[in-house]
């Protein structure tokens, strides 16, 4: 593989609301496991804000990682190797490994060679490339940087550039301001390969550009695959344009990878329940009669849900999800004080405790009885209400009980990985 | 055929100081009542223009040179047509700023309240230090205080028996026209949008919805309220007096509590949960799809015939798109509004468009139906446009050699010429108009010539 990350993690400190209040950490990528062979397209794919570039960022060393590692140009043997240490506990055997290939764990020279074999094309074309620079200084930069080679030889290879992502040599001499969106992506690309990296991330490469362009830029990129063998991560929220780049395909959800395998797969026949609905939002004539419209937004990656990150929009969740006694609590309010007000005491209160506790007080004699069919009846519409487990009158209160939550692991499922309980299998009986 | 808005041969040129760029080419379009009107083509092409033409929003450098805009057969920018004939060579831009003034006072009974647009920038549309529930309020106000008025007044007549009559009406399933019968008979004008508003509330059950019904009458009106509002009602507007320093806060002040009811209802029939505490917040408590729920809610909010929107969903996850374009489906039903949507993304007009425009260059050079555009587009350029988007089934894709020309030195003929396939000789010299080459097919092409009648 030419790169490898292990339980990659990510957080960065945002400061407090109050001056005394302790920092807050944000985990913007949690426990991710990615790897990219050779001449491999790996696509990344989620909303804004779902950690794909910090992702990118880290993979390539530009960011340190909280937890987890990079390992890069690690032969595919050693590699499992690595991950049966990992699986056993072994931390003496992972540590040896990480000594060779961690690109965390290199210095001077070692460090200066591996980052001449990867590189990185940012999201905005527009504000990417320095407007001092012309283009010639723009590609030749990272050459120059890493003595990578002498400064008449890159000029030749600015040239050879030029020409392999299609622009004419007299543009060497022209301002990011003089170029075109995809001009300018294409400059970008050039910078990109100068030193003829291993490994490439491409952030949103096309994001910006009209149609007509990105499908120029996408073109390109495949030729330059074909002819070069680098392996990409491409890093964007288009899902059609991972389906037309990638062979493999991740999709990320709050900071962690939910489902992650060939295209053909997750793409054409997803599994988990955000890669259906994120696919079946995606717009087009044939508007899908069994689309599925989620409800509310990304969650605040300060303070994420508990158990499964995506279970309060999630149209699949089920009692062990991660429901919380206040989530509860505002359906059942609903339901007690206004949809069936009627059928209790007009005085019944819906309250929660410390300790997750979930009481209905003032109910009258029966209320329990009506409360069990209305749960069983409603269920299939709020989900929160899958994890009551039981109720138990004490004078005047019920008192519910609540199931214990789980939090998702990766599984294997249909050719895929993927981070949902309803394919744990055997570790969901527990 | 009646059509809400005609635009003919509308032309549109930016004075800057590096030339003259023709941002408008002569642009048609006619749009029917209650119909979505889908506009595509690449960034640069003319569609944001065109839409703030359309509501009257010029920059001060652009000067319309030809063409009409018809509102219900009402035409909108004769005084632009006017200045460009008596300056047509070197525009004055100190004259075009008065004329923008003159333009904005005709239009000031238009804007907002007839014609609304939801702008391409979605950080400009609300106003950061003001609560959601005061500008959606501010808005109601300025353009239809009598129905607040209205509202208000008729809340303070109406008696419990009322209320409990029409709530018997409504459960048993009375439509729209006889709870505003209703409401007539017993001179309660202005309480039918109420009941009706509550409701229709999918957010609520039945015990709050009747709960709020019935104490719909709780409110006292003041006395000089009192007089604030019936002056509105008769006046049909907000009038001399009203304007006067310190009496100007104090009779608003109603109006605007009113207004801020109002919003309540229309953000719930937007589908925005917990619409009494989303008015109480500002712009930036909330979401990207909140806020453009919100923006779309006082586009709305005074009932317009036509209502355009500039990429209203560009800047929203696909998710949160799905929702919106979800929410349009329905609004589309609901009013009888017509909509000018404008997006650089065709599978998103796909979605929710009746029709759909591609315009390149300043102009449209083919309309047809969605089926149409997608199963049988006609225009070259429609049709690598189309083959130019990946799909999620995969498939090869085709991009567009070339690049959209500098507006300031427009080709020849046709403007397409340049990076078109097929191009003939007559193509560099002549310019093609759009022709009905089937019912509802329009195409601006020379392959198609002589296929059926002119544009009539
Ligand atoms: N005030 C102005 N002065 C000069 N040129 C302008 C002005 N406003 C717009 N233009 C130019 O007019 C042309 C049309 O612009 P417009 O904003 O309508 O394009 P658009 O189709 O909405 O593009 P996008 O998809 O990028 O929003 C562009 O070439 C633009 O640069
Ligand atoms: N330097 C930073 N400091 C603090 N928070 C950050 C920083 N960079 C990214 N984040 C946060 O991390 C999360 C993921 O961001 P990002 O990786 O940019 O997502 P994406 O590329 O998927 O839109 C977001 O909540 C973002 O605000
Ligand atoms: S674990 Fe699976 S079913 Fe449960 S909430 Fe998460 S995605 Fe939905
Ligand atoms: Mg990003
Ligand atoms: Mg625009």
């Known amino acids: 593989m030419i790169i490898a990350a292990r339980r990659l993690t990510k957080e960065f400190e945002i400061k407090a609301n109050s001056a005394f209040g302790k920092p807050l950490r944000l985990r913007a990528v949690d426990s991710v496991d990615i790897q990219v062979g050779e001449g491999q397209i790996v696509g990344v794919v989620g909303e804004s804000g779902s950690g794909k570039s910090t992702l990118g960022r880290t993979l390539l060393g530009l960011l340190s990682p909280s937890a987890g590692t990079v390992l890069f140009d690690i032969p595919d043997d050693v590699l499992r190797e690595y991950d049966g240490f990992r699986r056993d506990g072994d931390a003496k055997g992972a540590a040896s490994i990480e000594m060779e290939y961690s690109i965390f764990k290199k210095k001077g ?85 100068a030193t003829l990296p291993k490994f490439l991330v491409l952030d949103e490469p096309t994001s910006a550009l009209d149609v007509s362009v990105q499908a120029q830029i996408l073109s390109l990129l495949r030729k330059i695959r074909e002819k070069y063998h680098i392996g990409m991560v491409i890093i964007t929220h288009n899902i059609a344009v991972i389906s037309y780049m990638a062979d493999q395909v991740n999709v990320m959800y709050a900071g962690k990878i939910v489902e992650s395998g060939p295209k053909e797969d997750v793409i054409l026949n997803p599994v988990h329940p955000y890669t259906i609905a994120l696919i079946s939002a995606v717009p087009g004539k044939m508007v899908k009669p069994n689309r599925i419209i989620l409800k509310g937004d990304t969650p605040n990656l300060i303070n994420p849900p508990q158990g499964c990150v995506f279970h309060p929009r999630c149209p699949m969740a089920f009692g062990i999800c991660g429901w919380t006694a206040d989530e509860i609590a505002t359906d059942l309010k609903y339901l007690v004080n206004d949809k069936f007000a009627g059928s209790f005491n007009d005085k019944a209160v819906v309250s929660t405790g410390a300790g997750g506790s979930l009481v209905i007080n003032n109910a009258s004699a029966g209320d329990e009885g009506v409360l069990e069919r209305i749960i069983n009846e409603e269920k299939g519409n709020m989900k929160s209400l899958t994890a009551i487990e039981g109720l138990e009158r004490h004078g005047t209160n019920i008192e519910l009980k609540i199931k214990g939550y789980r939090v998702p692991k990766m599984y294997n499922h249909d050719g895929r990985k993927v981070s949902c309980l309803l394919y744990a299998g055997d570790d969901n009986k527990a | 055929m009646e059509y809400t808005l005609n635009v003919s041969n509308l032309k549109e040129q930016f004075y800057t100081r590096r030339g003259i760029y023709k941002a408008l080419n002569g642009v048609d379009i006619l749009l029917r009542k209650g119909e979505i009107l889908g506009i595509a083509g690449e960034s640069g092409c003319g569609k944001t223009t065109l839409g703030l033409t359309i509501i009257g929003l010029l920059p001060r450098n652009a000067v319309v040179t030809d063409g009409e805009i018809l509102l219900d057969g009402k035409d909108l920018i004769a005084t632009l047509r006017e200045f460009a004939s008596k300056e047509a060579n070197n525009p004055n831009l100190r004259h075009s700023e008065n004329i923008m003034k003159k333009l904005n006072k005709q239009l000031i009974n238009v804007r907002g309240s007839r014609i609304s647009m939801v702008f391409q920038d979605p950080m400009t549309s609300l106003n950061p230090v003001l609560r959601i529930g005061y500008q959606i309020a501010e808005t109601l106000m300025v353009h239809q205080p009598e129905v607040l008025a209205k509202r208000r007044l008729a809340r303070s007549k109406v008696k419990d028996d009322d209320l409990r009559e029409a709530l018997k009406l409504l459960e048993n399933g009375a439509d729209e026209q006889s709870i505003k019968a209703f409401a007539e008979t017993r001179q309660l004008e202005g309480i039918e949008e109420q009941l009706l508003n509550i409701w229709r509330r999918n957010d609520l059950g039945i015990a709050r919805k009747e709960k709020m019904i019935l104490s719909l009458r709780s409110e006292r009106l003041g006395g000089f309220d009192m007089a604030v509002l019936q002056r509105v009602v008769s006046q049909g507007r907000i009038d001399g007096w009203m304007r006067i320093p310190g009496l100007n806060r104090m009779s608003k002040a109603v109006l605007i509590k009113e207004g801020n009811t109002k919003a309540v209802e229309l953000l719930s029939s937007l589908e925005i949960p917990n619409p009494e505490e989303v008015v109480k917040m500002y712009p930036h408590e909330l979401s990207g799809g909140m806020r453009q729920r919100i923006i779309i809610a006082i586009a709305l909010a005074n009932n317009p015939e036509l209502v355009i929107m500039d990429e209203p969903t560009s800047a929203l996850d696909v998710t949160v798109q799905a929702q919106i374009l979800d929410l349009l489906k329905h609004l589309k039903q609901r009013f009888n509004t017509s909509f000018i949507l404008i997006s650089h993304d065709l599978s998103v007009l796909a979605e929710v468009c009746d029709r759909i425009g591609i315009m390149y260059a300043g102009r449209i050079v083919e309309v047809a139906t969605v089926d149409a555009i997608f199963n049988k587009p006609l225009h070259p350029y429609t049709t690598m446009l189309i083959s130019a988007v990946p799909t999620i089934k995969g498939g090869e894709i085709q991009g567009i050699g070339g690049a959209v020309p500098d507006m300031r030195f427009p080709p020849s003929g046709c403007m397409f010429h340049p990076r078109c396939p097929y191009v003939m000789d007559k193509c560099r010299e002549n310019n093609p108009q759009m022709k009905y080459v089937e019912d509802e097919h329009l195409v601006a092409c020379y392959l198609y010539e002589g296929q059926k009648g002119e544009q009539n």
């Open chain 1, 109 to 193: 020279e070692k460090l200066k060679k591996i980052r001449s074999g990867m590189n990185m094309v940012f999201q905005d074309p527009y504000s990417s490339l320095d407007p001092r620079m012309n283009v010639m200084s723009i590609i030749t930069e990272p050459l120059l940087a890493m003595n990578y080679m002498k400064p008449d030889k890159a000029v030749d290879r600015c040239m050879e550039l030029l020409e392999e992502v299609g622009l004419p040599r007299d543009f060497a001499y022209r301002y990011p301001h003089e170029l075109s969106g995809g001009q300018k992506q294409r400059v970008a690309l050039a910078r990109g390969m």
